[in-house]
């Protein structure tokens, strides 16, 4: 949140915050999330600011110093941006729509081309090979457009129109395909990996080759028309549809998204499930004889009554509410080599005091033996002294004195 100080300068005006910021240079001033739409900040420095998430909507922001401002996630709906200085800013994830700017506006170029984007003042679509990834591309116009080789990592494509558009080998990793329209798009080679696709529009989408791993198919739209690899249908069926009941046996579901998903009473023998997304999901008298869950999320996931004989669950991820019955993995090879190498553990400790034991009592009885000895010595030696030589009764008491 805005720092409480900084939030009533700016609410000033211009000219105290300028003022106040040139006499403490060395102060990053907060406004993060701090709502100064309308404003006139005409001229304003801003330089190095934190304004993340601020809401700059239809603000004056006309020759404004922005250098090195952080302006994640801000909103520039509709702000007057003219002869300001974005050197260097972080413009991730803004919204630019209807935003304004000139010639004489200092911006990066590939927030510049974001801008035009979502403004529609392009020439041409063709945005291959380039990076415009942390974009927010919300509603957007990219029909037809050629993002070929692209980078477009997590970039906002929520509601966005990209009916033919192509998007061979592009790199959409964690990118958000909400409610987007990909009818007919090219997406062959393209990375989508934990993307979401919720409520996306895929009629006809070509996702042949395409990988998806992670990614979020729950609710995405698909036809006999969308091409995708069979692995994938797989997963887009289970996720919608539902896998209670459903003969699994063997399939491979490696990498998927199957968070929340009923598996109640399904056969899933000999199925792969290595890095599979299993958060919260059912698998209540689940088989998952021989099944590899190799590194899979079983966060929240209840598998005190599914059948693990045999289950792979090494470097598994669970959380306090992951429920593993013990009785079930007794069976498992993975834990008879674990018990295997405890009691080697116990034993060898049992060897090593036993051992311990011995010496020691081996010791004591050598130093008992050895005093023995010298006390056996002595005493002959003065048994000898005191019978053998001619003392008197006043000798004798002499020398014991």
């Not at 006139?40 to 090195?68: E, I, P, T, Y």
């Not at 945005?127 to 919300?138: A, E, K, M, T």
């Not at 997590?154 to 033919?164: G, R, T």
Request: positive net charge.
């Amino acid at each position: 949140m805005a720092n409480p100080e900084h939030l009533a300068l700016i609410n000033q005006g211009v000219e105290v915050w300028n003022a106040w910021y040139k006499k403490h240079k060395r102060v990053i001033p907060d406004l993060s999330r701090a709502n100064l739409s309308n404003l006139n900040l005409s001229g304003v420095n801003f330089k190095k600011a934190n304004l993340k998430q601020a809401n700059f909507s239809r603000a004056d922001l006309s020759k404004a110093m922005l250098v090195n401002a952080d302006l994640t996630r801000a909103n520039l709906l509709g702000a007057n941006l003219n002869d300001a200085n974005l050197k260097g800013a972080n413009l991730d994830f803004v919204i630019f729509f209807k935003a304004i700017i000139n010639r004489q506006t200092t911006i990066s170029i590939n927030y510049l081309i974001v801008f035009k984007i979502v403004n529609h003042k392009f020439d041409q679509k063709d945005f291959s090979n380039i990076d415009l990834s942390n974009s927010n591309l919300f509603r957007a116009d990219l029909s037809e457009a050629d993002f070929s080789n692209t980078k477009l990592i997590n970039v906002n494509f929520n509601s966005a129109n990209l009916n033919d558009a192509y998007l061979y080998k592009a790199d959409l990793t964690g990118a958000n395909f909400e409610n987007a329209d990909l009818r007919n798009a090219y997406f062959s080679h393209a990375n989508l990996t934990s993307a979401y696709l919720g409520s996306a529009l895929c009629c006809g989408a070509y996702f042949k080759d395409a990988e998806l791993k992670f990614a979020n198919l729950k609710t995405a739209k698909i036809s006999h028309k969308t091409i995708i690899d069979p692995k994938w249908y797989c997963v887009w069926d289970i996720v919608n549809r539902g896998a209670a009941k459903k003969n699994l046996s063997g399939v491979d579901l490696t990498n998927a998204n199957l968070q929340g998903v009923n598996f109640e009473e399904a056969n899933l023998t000999n199925a792969k499930l290595n890095h599979a997304i299993l958060r919260h999901s059912k698998l209540t008298n689940a088989n998952l004889t021989n099944t590899v869950l190799v590194g899979a999320n079983l966060c929240g996931v209840d598998l005190q009554q599914a059948h693990l004989k045999g289950t792979n669950l090494k470097s598994v991820i669970s959380d306090h509410h992951t429920q593993l019955s013990t009785s079930e993995f007794r069976d498992k090879d993975s834990l008879a080599v674990a018990e295997k190498a405890a009691t080697l553990t116990v034993s060898s400790k049992i060897q090593a005091d036993q051992s311990n034991q011995s010496k020691s009592s081996k010791n004591h009885s050598t130093i008992i033996m050895f005093l023995v000895i010298l006390v056996s010595i002595f005493g002959a030696g003065y048994f000898l002294v005191v019978e053998n030589l001619d003392y008197s009764g006043k000798d004798k008491l002499e020398f014991w004195k």
